[in-house]
């Protein structure tokens, strides 16, 4: 099962819920029940979001009575789909050219689906259904899943995913195609870029604010009227690529902070042809779900420790103003790493704690071996 629990899973908890007693249903306890069902995390938030989305109320319908409508509350509504509907959307065939794209499912096994990749879909799948297409930029600090959101969008609707990394004197038209010698004359060679963009398909431009602003106007026709226009094609004469409706194409970035003084800041008008969504921190109980499947023999104890730490670290990072950020991908190093042999305290140097040897932090990696011996009693 996926980590997506629909409406009529939520609709049938509640019920269950309610049948115990006659207390009114709470989001905790929805929660509780779908994660013991389902091994399932949805925060409480989510929960109460996805009932207002129905029309329905979280405490049940036992429990009160309804408030009648006032008799002037009778006029026409503006019609709203639901997300639900929207998510996820028929795809067309996919051309055999670019089918071995499409993300594979086991590198999805121990992905923790949140509130942000839904709301990323609809971004995305408005333009396919309306002709009114959206280029959403994720923005947000490192390890919050900016990125590898777009990849699983792309898995969850069997398209094929390109990614392309950005740098300072990066330029779309080198993406293009080249020139090549067939039988003693030049011909143009068109790239996989141009045959992605000819199907249904995912683009993702990472860290996209890294690429001058002056080579940003090259996406200024890409994304404004959906094509892109070469030279060297049709034996010199030029050609247009018209973009396929269903190809979607997306942004990431980390915008410009104490811990990353890179790129530049987009001009406006780039971004007004975008739209934004800022990636929030993983929960501790997402953390916990996101180890426990991609370690399923990872007894509680422990999982409760590395836990532990790496929200420790987080802490002091922020408390400390330490210019480095951390992420999932550390805290499942070390874990690799441990399971794999290493001591605690050489899987945690080697894994995580090091990296501020790296941003020539030394003296902070001593917090860091600190806060280890607060949790593993074995380096104390």
């Not at 609709?11 to 929660?31: T, Y």
């Not at 036992?62 to 789909?81: H, I, L, M, S």
């Not at 915008?255 to 971004?271: D, R, T």
Request: with cysteine; hydrophobic share 35%.
């Amino acid at each position: 099962m996926t980590s997506e629990v629909s409406n009529d899973q939520l609709m049938e908890v509640r019920k269950q819920i309610e049948l115990k007693g006659g207390s009114p249903v709470r989001a905790w306890q929805i929660k509780d029940a779908i994660a013991k069902k389902w091994s399932i995390n949805l925060d409480e938030s989510t929960i109460r979001g996805r009932f207002i989305e129905m029309d329905q109320p979280l405490s049940g319908k036992n429990v009160g009575a309804a408030k009648p409508k006032e008799e002037e509350d009778t006029g026409p509504k503006t019609e709203r789909q639901h997300i639900d509907n929207i998510v996820k959307v028929k795809t067309s065939v996919i051309p055999e050219n670019i089918k071995s794209e499409i993300p594979r499912a086991e590198e999805f096994i121990d992905y923790v689906e949140r509130d942000i990749d839904r709301r990323l879909a609809v971004h995305y799948n408005i333009g396919p259904v309306t002709g009114r297409y959206k280029y959403p930029i994720t923005q947000g600090k490192q390890g919050t899943g900016k990125t590898y959101s777009h990849k699983y969008y792309a898995f969850r609707n069997g398209l094929p995913f390109f990614l392309y990394s950005c740098y300072e004197d990066f330029k779309l038209a080198k993406l293009f195609g080249d020139k090549t010698i067939k039988n003693g004359s030049i011909q143009f060679q068109e790239s996989m870029f141009v045959r992605a963009i000819q199907g249904p398909c995912v683009i993702l431009f990472d860290e996209i604010n890294a690429v001058s602003n002056a080579n940003s106007f090259d996406f200024h026709a890409l994304l404004q009227n959906r094509e892109l226009f070469t030279n060297d094609a049709n034996d010199g004469q030029g050609r247009i690529y018209k973009l396929h409706p269903e190809c979607r194409i997306g942004f990431a970035q980390n915008p410009k902070s104490a811990k990353y003084i890179g790129g530049h800041i987009k001009p406006s008008n780039f971004l007004g042809r975008c739209t934004y969504l800022t990636y929030p921190e993983f929960k501790k109980a997402e953390i916990k779900t996101a180890i426990s499947r991609k370690f399923p023999k990872l007894v509680d104890s422990d999982l409760e420790k590395f836990v532990k730490y790496y929200f420790a670290v987080i802490e002091t990072i922020e408390r400390s103003k330490i210019p480095v950020d951390i992420s999932i991908r550390q805290i499942n190093n070390v874990i690799d790493l441990w399971v794999h042999g290493l001591s605690i305290k050489d899987a945690l140097e080697d894994g995580l704690s090091s990296i501020l040897e790296a941003v020539s932090q030394p003296k902070a990696k001593e917090s860091f071996f600190r806060l280890a011996q607060a949790v593993w009693i074995e380096l104390m």
